[in-house]
């Protein structure tokens, strides 16, 4: 399994930057796929995460509202489009997948494939 995580960038505080996450080597459908991200000299830490058919989306506390995790199975791609960017969203985001059930989608160890992570900075 592959992810190509892109989008990432340079943006200032209230803009908005959608990030895609491109997933191949196994069949898209079946997995599961959440966002994380690491802010400098911070542990990574859970974003968001949608279910195999798009039908369940989590998100932490801080996002809520501000971002939406979206995925287009015809693709193969997951999206996290994000508005109303803060400072402290900076970090570098990654996608993770995972094809197993009844798993804790926040907690990272339940993702096998990680993509490389993209970079966004929110400037104030």
């Known amino acids: 399994v592959q992810l190509q995580a892109s989008g990432g960038g340079l943006a200032q505080a209230g803009d908005s930057l959608k990030l895609s996450c491109v997933y191949s080597g196994r069949l898209f459908s079946n997995a599961a796929v959440g966002w994380f991200r690491q802010a400098p000299g911070k542990e990574r830490e859970f974003v968001a995460r949608?279910?195999?058919?798009?039908?369940?989306?989590g998100y932490t506390n801080s996002v809520k509202g501000r971002f939406t995790i979206s995925r287009d199975n015809d693709k193969n791609t997951v999206y996290l489009q994000m508005n109303s960017l803060k400072p402290e969203d900076t970090a570098v985001y990654y996608c993770?997948?995972?094809?197993?059930?009844?798993?804790?989608?926040?907690?990272?160890?339940?993702?096998?494939?990680w993509g490389q992570g993209t970079l966004v900075t929110v400037s104030s």
């Open positions: 949608i279910g195999r058919r798009g039908a369940s989306e």
């Open positions: 993770a997948a995972t094809q197993r059930y009844y798993v804790d989608y926040k907690d990272e160890g339940s993702y096998s494939d």
